[in-house]
């Protein structure tokens, strides 16, 4: 297993433009989320998943973010009509959706966006 | 809402000394606390935690410390090696909700 896997690493795009980036979690871990990192703060919460299922939404998640996880495997997370104020590090992280491994998250390297 | 806080972002100690990282947090629903700990270009990785009916938890060189009255906890790294140099990020979770909430870090370095 090689951990969870986020792609692109890093992504500059134009202000109004759309993008995805796509994350690969654990594969035995049901639980996926989305954090977003911004310069000199620890990551915030966006959304989370079990297995296919949206559990959960941050009041961050405005309209032009949408999550997806089709098959309960890997996700997308879209932002459409970017903004500069979206130029942040992505994270993706997942675990385990019982016992103790429910509480450890597990990260990718991140998705860096920057919007010019 | 600032429900963790890391209120240094920085902290500088010699190799072998003890380095200890504070973390406040507002939140009395929280129950089970963590410290991650990320370098350059890594997403951050799990160091150790600990849950709200413990008031210590230790690891080798690492011991996390809760004080619930104080809705404090600290990590402690004895001794400190220049390996250890990385960001460290606090974390909380309450029972049942998946909304983790992390501090803004504090970036240690381990001087040789």
């Known amino acids: 297993d090689t951990g969870v896997s986020q792609n692109p690493r890093h992504k500059i795009t134009k202000r109004g433009q759309n993008v995805t980036f796509r994350c690969d979690p654990i594969?035995?871990?049901?639980?996926l989320y989305w954090y977003r990192q911004t310069l000199g703060q620890g990551p915030e919460f966006l959304t989370y998943?079990?297995?296919?299922?949206?559990?959960?939404k941050s009041r961050l998640l405005s309209d032009r973010f949408s999550a997806e996880r089709p098959k309960g495997s890997f996700s997308t997370l879209e932002i459409q009509r970017t903004e500069q104020g979206d130029s942040a590090m992505y994270l993706c992280?997942?675990?385990?959706?019982?016992?103790?491994?429910?509480?450890?998250?597990?990260f990718g390297a991140g998705s860096r966006l920057t919007v010019l | 809402d600032q429900q963790v806080k890391q209120n240094s972002p920085s902290l500088s100690v010699q190799e072998g000394r003890i380095s200890i990282l504070n973390c406040d947090y507002t939140?009395?629903?929280?129950?089970?606390f963590l410290w991650y700990k990320k370098y350059p270009a890594e997403g951050p990785t799990f160091l150790i935690s600990?849950?709200?009916?413990?008031d210590k938890n230790e690891d080798g060189r690492f011991t996390v410390f809760l004080n619930k009255s104080a809705k404090h906890l600290s990590l402690h790294i004895v001794p400190s090696q220049p390996g250890d140099s990385a960001v460290y990020f606090c974390?909380?979770?309450?029972?049942?909700?998946?909304?983790?909430?992390f501090g803004a870090g504090t970036r240690l370095t381990v001087k040789p």
């Open positions: 600990i849950s709200s009916i413990k």
């Open positions: 998943f079990q297995n296919e299922a949206q559990l959960e």
């Open positions: 974390a909380a979770s309450a029972y049942n909700n998946n909304d983790m909430r």
């Open positions: 992280a997942s675990s385990l959706a019982r016992g103790q491994g429910a509480n450890v998250l597990t």
């Open positions: 939140n009395s629903m929280f129950d089970y």
């Open positions: 594969s035995e871990h049901n639980r």
